[in-house]
């Protein structure tokens, strides 16, 4: 685990140091969502939520930090997430390192209502490391992700399952809105992702969104959309705006 998280921090270096060598070229972002509620591929993560992005990014490489608080509910999750990724044309590439403040840790059934940040032992982390790849053919594109390390879900064995996950989005124009239909599964069990047991499909989006200009130079984004989830039996519906300069 050691190994994993000095790698992550390596390349999270030559990122910085890249930048540091062309900041003339570099593409910074900056940006905060507000949502009804954090759904996030099908799963019921939290109310009211402010969800803030920084990013870099150079030459098709991003170092991006998001993370999550609740509003509504201060016992909600907090989340901080980094991911590395590199794409050219429709490939793209990358590893994400989720963190989150409470839960459980899959291997020794402890649970933490304050986890430590720097804690990264197999055993006690709440770290969880997801790789990603995937291509945008444009009308469509397609993504897969798996959990390749850190706190991962565990399979029937009690092993590490590997947990994975495959996306399907399409975007499209409809009555002056850009939409988004997305369909996601999880295809074989895991104990994350709702604890299916196989295949499932765990996510059907729908999402509408629109720019409302407020200056000639700033404007609002805001979306509104319909989630599913057949696994659970679920259903969402989800708002928000983002700011962004």
């Known amino acids: ?6 790698l992550f921090c390596i390349a999270a270096v030559c990122m910085a140091a890249v930048a540091a060598n ?10 905060t969502d507000l949502v009804n509620q954090y759904i996030w591929r099908g799963q019921d993560c939290g109310d009211v939520s402010v969800q803030p992005t920084l990013g870099v990014a150079y030459k098709g490489f991003s170092l991006t930090a998001w993370g999550n608080v609740g509003i509504s509910d201060p016992s909600d999750t907090k989340e901080f997430d980094l991911t590395l990724a590199y794409t050219t044309g429709g490939f793209h590439v990358g590893v994400t390192d989720y963190w989150f403040n409470k839960g459980v840790n899959n291997y020794s059934g402890d649970a ?5 940040y720097f804690s990264y032992g197999a055993h006690s982390t709440l770290h969880v490391y997801e790789a990603n790849v995937g291509y945008d053919f444009g009308p469509v594109a397609l993504n897969w992700y798996t959990n390749f390390a850190g706190n991962d879900g565990l399979n029937k064995s009690g092993k590490r399952a590997y947990s994975s996950y495959v996306e399907a989005t399409a975007p499209f124009k409809l009555a002056s809105l850009d939409w988004t239909a997305t369909v996601g599964a999880v295809p074989y069990a895991t104990s994350s992702y709702s604890r299916v047991n196989g295949f499932a499909v765990t996510n059907l989006g729908l999402k509408a969104s629109k720019a409302i200009e407020i ?3 700033f404007s609002v984004p805001v979306f509104a959309g319909i989630t599913a989830n057949p696994s659970t039996q679920k259903a969402y519906f989800i708002c928000g705006f983002t700011l962004q300069p």
């Open 1 to 6: 685990m050691k190994k994993v998280e000095r």
């Open 22 to 31: 062309a900041q003339d070229k570099v593409e910074g972002t900056i940006a």
């Open 112 to 116: 933490y209502d304050d986890a430590k």
């Open 215 to 217: 200056t000639k130079s």
